[in-house]
């Protein structure tokens, strides 16, 4: 079996029921390709919680089996410290998952207690603090962070694990719309890295254009797996969990009925279908560590390119939501400047892609620093 297709977790027919009689799972089975991105979406009380506890074997099913790399799930002592090395869990509330005093500690936490070496625990939790904007917050107290700051602590807890899966529970709510498209950047970066990520989310527009599967649960029941287009065009599953049809996906189905079959997951290129005579300006893509010139209106994707940026007083008109918004100046025929980190290149070429589908190149022009 190739990358592509292993399947890094599977539920058969999996059931469970809270003391006191409460069904909250109804024979699910679903399974979750190795290296996808994956949104479950339903109402609250779906299940959706439930669920992922039984990923990591924080509960343990009533019926049925989970699978983690083709393997079942072993609930010995053993066994749940092996998983939870490489499938880590970030609960919706922080305070439910953090529990040190200081930002360091709780981040350091995991790996410490896997007898890492000294030296590898300090580089993973620089790295998790870089990736999560904490950096200039590591020796504070926890409790005197504003609810945002936790969340970023629970999630840098997490990265520091370096999972093959991280799951991520409704990651985005409470939080503002800057740190929103922050996340999903980790949530990018992470995947690009190699990990599965799966997260749960009442935001179907964001979750339309950035799942690679969406996953319907309601009333514990999987309703529909799919991509994002094949999903949302379910309307009769729609109806029966109480979804909304994203912006994006109601203009693609408008334009399959036009006879029109390329579609976009994002709304600047789902419009090109209609939009004519475009003439695109340059996208000039730098690395961190490049001081030279800048084109157009300036965009920041990666970690490693936000500190440069951020550490390096450079004027950035496009701190979050970057790469999409560049390439809308680009087809308005300006050009525009985006730093990105390397490992972060196909997130940038799959929306480049997304473009050429249309028929439209973007020129772009790569910048490193020479020295």
Known sequence: MTDETKI???????????????????DVSVKIPAGRKVAFVGPNGAGKSTLFMHFNGILKQTEGEVEYDSKKVDHSK????????????????????????IVED??????????????????????????????SER?????HLSFGQK??????????????????DEPTAGLDSEM?????EIADE?????????????????????????????????????????????????????????????????????????YGRTMSTALLNIRKEIVPGTLHVMRPGYIGETYGNIGMYGSSSRYFVENGDIEVHFRFNAIERCIEDILNGKDSTIYID???????????SGVAAHGITIPVEEHRDSS
Not at 8 to 25: C, D, R
Not at 152 to 167: D, E, H, Q
Not at 180 to 184: E, I, M, P, Q, S
Not at 342 to 352: A, C, M, P, T, Y
């Open 8 to 26: 890094i977790l599977e539920t058969k027919n999996l059931s469970f029921s809270y003391e006191g009689g409460k069904q909250a799972l109804k």
């Open 78 to 101: 053993k066994g749940l410290i092996e998983l939870r090395k490489e499938v880590t869990f970030v609960t919706q509330n922080p305070d439910d998952q953090i529990f040190n005093v």
């Open 106 to 135: 709780d981040i350091a936490f995991g790996p410490f207690n896997l007898d890492i070496h000294i030296d590898e625990i300090r580089k993973r939790v620089d790295g998790a603090l870089m990736m999560v904007g904490m950096e």
């Open 139 to 143: 020796f504070r107290p926890i409790h």
């Open 151 to 168: 969340k970023r602590v629970a999630v840098a807890s997490a990265l520091v694990m370096r999972p093959k899966v991280l799951i991520m």
């Open 180 to 184: 929103v498209y922050r996340l999903y």
């Open 190 to 262: 992470v995947n690009m890295n190699g990990s599965t990520v799966i997260i749960s989310t009442h935001d179907i527009e964001t979750a339309y254009s950035w799942a690679d599967i969406i996953i319907v649960l309601v009333d514990g029941e999987v309703l529909a797996q799919g991509t994002p287009f094949e999903v949302f065009s379910m309307k009769d599953v729609l109806d029966k969990a109480g979804l909304s049809v994203p912006m994006v996906h109601g203009l693609n189905e408008f334009m399959s009925a036009n006879g029109h079959n390329i």
């Open 342 to 352: 390397e490992s972060l290149s196909h997130v940038l070429d799959h929306n480049l």
